[in-house]
């Protein structure tokens, strides 16, 4: 009898080194993700404008968009192959003026002209491209 209270002695010790063990990780995981680290949030284009907007106001929002339109927005939008065929952009009055050097590229831009107008005004945040004219 005492070989069998031995092994159940140690069997008892055994589970009980295992069970702390288990409880000793679980606590520790449980420690390390209060302690992790918090990445910083990104601070993305449109949020930058968003607070110089309400930092200067409408006038200065306005006129960076009128600058950047054409050099950062229509890019990111119709993508750097489709501007390869456009030799020349101008933005007065808000209207968008584009001189496109293929044929169907321009009649098929046309088709999409009212997405167009919608998306830039999506990606400018305001109602600032009224109309788009395709030479």
């Known amino acids: 009898m005492g070989k069998v209270t031995k092994k159940l002695k140690t069997k008892k010790l055994i589970n009980f080194f295992f069970v702390t063990l288990q409880s ?23 949020l930058l404008l968003y607070s110089l907007r309400k930092e200067y106001g409408d006038e200065f929002y306005f006129n960076y968009l009128e600058n950047n339109l054409i050099t950062e927005i229509i ?21 968008l003026f584009f001189k496109v050097n293929s044929a169907p590229l321009r009649s098929n831009l046309l088709m999409q002209r009212n997405t167009l107008i919608s998306r830039l005004n999506d990606e400018a945040g305001v109602f600032l491209v009224k109309e788009i004219v395709f030479r």
């Open 75 to 95: 890019p990111k939008i119709l993508g750097t192959v489709l501007c390869s065929y456009i030799s020349d952009m101008k933005f007065e009055n808000k209207t």
């Open 24 to 46: 000793k990780l679980y606590f520790i995981q449980k420690i390390k993700k209060k302690m992790k680290r918090k990445e910083p949030s990104q601070i993305t284009q449109k």
